[in-house]
């Protein structure tokens, strides 16, 4: 048997930059502890996507959190909890799990640990601490890029000695997608636009900006954000989709285009994903008492049950019911590729042997709902079959939290 401790550093060096996936640079990792030296020679630059999308689990060191009736642990005892000196095996570490290899993969991450994390997209995660420090994390290289404080946010809640910034920092910012990827250091042109805030308002930032630049939308409450040909594209709770263009920043231009047609529940989820030179709007159809469907008493308190899958398409010179520029066409087909929604920038990926075609992944988004729930979210994790209408639960409805319950990680 070769001694492949004894192959050519420059050889072994060779071979790591020809990996295309960061689960062939695991396996590479651990063929011995020199070839897992060749890590600190490529350096925290070389950023390697999964082969198929992660889940990352529910924090370790959440579980002390004194968080199980479901209320809001207030910032003192968040902070106590954060400063205790006790030892917590595992504490440091974060899991994710892997549909391509059914594996669990355990990351020293002290930089995740006890934060909010929401998926930015190009293998980002959005990190807010209960300091209100805001960063960009690359969980593979443990990468940092400082992002502006929470409390530089325009909007903010009315804080006084019984309410602080702490009491709400899981739950002030929802939703944020990049415009592009920040990767070796070549971040000026990188833009993060995020629905925060408690009328789930727009506003954007670049890495190394002052404050956080609301955007001008007469619309609140807004669901999703996706960057297509230049342009963020926002949609709100009642179905509508706004256009901004922020190429300006002193001169924002924000338009309505579309509207979901009449019959949809205010509080269904909705996403936007580019698919194919177009843009998708996903709604997410809940049940249960939640939504105020007495009937479905005995079932969890909320529950998904289904996806509409609508198609933005240009009018043309004719005006939609709505009297819109473009109107909304329902399709039933998503081909040989399938979406991610959640805590997540919503994607559209190729299916593959571990991914199935057609079919929607979901985490548990709910936040509204969640907290009210003794154990917290996770338990609305699923796949639905676009084909079939059919959902099948997978590997992460079993982890649940109120803070960190599991997200998909693209």
Known sequence: MADWAT???????????????FEDFI??????????SVTSILGKDRILPPQSPWVMLTDIAEKKFPM????MISSEMLVKEVEKKEHIEGMNKRRFFSFSTSKIYEFELPEA???KCLGVGYGWLLTIDYDLQIKLLHPYTRKQIDML???????????????????????????????SNPQNNCNEDCIILAIYGEYRVLAFAKPGDEVWTNINVPSKVFTDVV???????????????FVCDISDVNDSKVAAIARIPDGFHPLNRKYLV??????????????????????????PFYYTSGFSILKLEECHGERSSHNYPYRMTRIDNLGDKSLF????????????????????????????????QPYGGGHDTGIFDVESGSISLHYASNFMSHITPPIWFI
């Open 7 to 21: 192959l050519p550093l420059d050889i072994q060096v060779l071979i790591a930059k020809r990996l295309d996936f």
């Open 27 to 36: 396996g590479f990792c651990v063929v011995c502890k020199s070839w897992q």
């Open 68 to 71: 199980v009736t479901g209320d």
């Open 341 to 372: 929604v959640g805590y997540n920038a919503s994607v559209l990926l190729p299916s593959s042997r571990c991914v199935k075609a057609n079919c929607i992944y979901f985490s548990d988004d709910n936040l509204v709902l969640y907290f009210e």
């Open 113 to 115: 640990t006890r934060k």
């Open 149 to 179: 404080h929470l409390l530089s946010f325009k909007n903010q809640y009315n804080y006084d000695e019984d309410f602080k910034p702490q009491d709400v920092v899981y739950s002030f910012v929802t939703k944020a997608v990049m415009s």
């Open 227 to 241: 960057y297509y040909k230049e342009k963020f594209y926002a949609v709100d709770c009642h179905g509508v989709v």
């Open 274 to 299: 580019e698919s194919s030179g177009c843009i998708l709007l996903i709604i997410r159809i809940g049940r249960g008492a939640g939504f105020n469907y007495e009937e479905d008493i005995d079932r």
